[in-house]
């Protein structure tokens, strides 16, 4: 086996961008949006890119892809955030940068869920 496979596997692994992405965010609950959308402390923050969100959107929520976090974070309100995401992906990039701004994100929701199979994943 070459030495080099090894090497770039764990160049991969150790880079910055991978971790982003792909490693859990830790401290982040699975939880429905359905049941803090009655809540008024909570957030509901959508991530989603606007050509996805626009077609099934979440009532109540704030929508602010990643994409567009930089330079419009300000705009989402202290206290605590749930986000909802398309994907583990798209929860893991918004959760790093929000709390890499000082946000509190309690808890996330992914959109091609039912609220029963992400209770029944807990």
């Known amino acids: 086996m ?11 692994a150790g880079s910055n961008g991978f971790y982003k992405r792909y490693v ?16 008024e ?19 109540g929520a704030l929508e602010l892809p990643v994409a567009y976090f930089i330079r419009s974070y300000e705009e989402i309100p202290g206290g605590p955030i749930h986000v909802i995401a398309s994907d583990e992906m798209e929860k893991n990039m918004a959760v790093r940068l929000l709390r890499k701004k000082g946000k509190n994100v309690i808890s996330y929701s992914l959109t091609d869920e039912t609220c029963n199979e992400q209770l029944q994943i807990n």
């Open 24 to 39: 859990t965010a830790k401290g982040v609950k699975h939880d429905c949006a359905e049941n803090l959308s009655g809540k």
């Open 41 to 59: 402390e909570v957030t509901l923050l959508d991530v989603r890119a606007y050509n996805i969100s626009y077609k099934d959107p979440v009532n």
């Open 2 to 12: 070459s030495i080099g496979i090894p090497i770039a596997l764990l160049a991969l």
